[in-house]
């Protein structure tokens, strides 16, 4: 579940994200998105088998079209288009943001979920933290946040 989501998208709206991007997004992704445009989700804590301690915080998943009044002026398409103009590789496809402004992302071409360390300088493959092979598997591992 999500609260402050932005306005609905329809699947037109895939469609021309996946035009934008030259590539065809994950079906589960793309159902989550239909259903929940953006957004803060109840489980926003990524945690892998390995390290249940600590993990990734989403702040929010970014909205697809619409600007969502709660998160302010950041969608998809304004943060791929800003990613690219860093040398991010244009595989990779931002959905949301922690709380540092890291990227959680998935590539296009492998469908692996990634985080891209924004804060790191110059942006190279070290700034790349692979941490699930597909997104099925990262909306598995993510749990409620312990405030």
């Not at 970014?62 to 304004?78: A, F, N, Q, R, W």
């Not at 990613?83 to 959905?95: D, G, M």
């Amino acid at each position: 579940m999500f609260i402050k989501t932005a306005q609905a998208i329809v699947q037109e709206d895939i469609a021309n994200l996946e035009r934008i991007t030259g590539h065809k997004l994950p079906k589960e992704f793309a159902s989550q998105y239909l259903t929940f445009n953006g957004g803060v989700p109840d489980k926003a804590l990524f945690c892998d088998a390995e390290d249940e301690e600590d993990g990734y915080e989403i702040s929010f998943y970014l909205p697809v079209k619409y600007y969502s009044d709660d998160l302010g002026e950041m969608k998809i398409e304004k943060s791929y288009a800003k990613l690219t103009s860093v040398n991010v590789p244009l595989h990779y496809l931002p959905f949301a943001v922690d709380w540092g402004g890291n990227y959680f992302a998935i590539d296009l071409k492998t469908e692996e979920v990634v985080l891209l360390l924004m804060d790191l300088g110059e942006f190279t493959e070290d700034c790349i933290e692979y941490l699930a092979p597909n997104y099925s598997e990262f909306v598995e591992n993510l749990i409620e946040a312990k405030d």
